[in-house]
Nanobody, 115 residues
């Protein structure tokens, strides 16, 4: 079955970096667009970044120039490199894929940016 497993979250100080990973299984990873979403307490879920196959990337305005989404089709993994982190980036980050009209989410990984 489809599985998405995130890792790499943690507690960092403002200005620091983190790299999130999402390991995918159960589908032909290289054929599908992958996305990262985030949800902060009391806020709606927000689309952070999407990477398509063939490669094209889209970002939320709030992370442009700071975050980079990438994928390794040989490892069935999508990454989110987050630089210059801000307290407002604090959220649970989840990866997402839509397969033939069905939506799949990972369990999420917590990112906390605080001094």
């Amino acid at each position: 079955q489809v599985q998405l497993v995130e890792s790499g979250g943690g507690l960092v100080q403002p200005g620091e970096s983190l790299r999130l990973s999402c390991a995918a299984s159960g589908f032909a990873f290289s054929n599908y667009a992958m996305s990262w979403y985030r949800q902060a307490p009391g806020k709606e879920r927000e689309l952070v970044a999407t990477i398509s196959s063939p490669i094209s990337r889209k970002y939320a305005d709030s992370v442009k120039g700071r975050f980079t989404i990438s994928r390794d089709n040989a490892k069935n993994t999508v990454y989110l490199q987050m630089n210059s982190l801000k307290p407002q980036d604090t959220a649970v980050y989840s990866c997402f894929v839509r397969l033939r009209g069905s939506d799949y989410w990972g369990q999420g990984t917590q990112v906390t940016v605080s001094s």
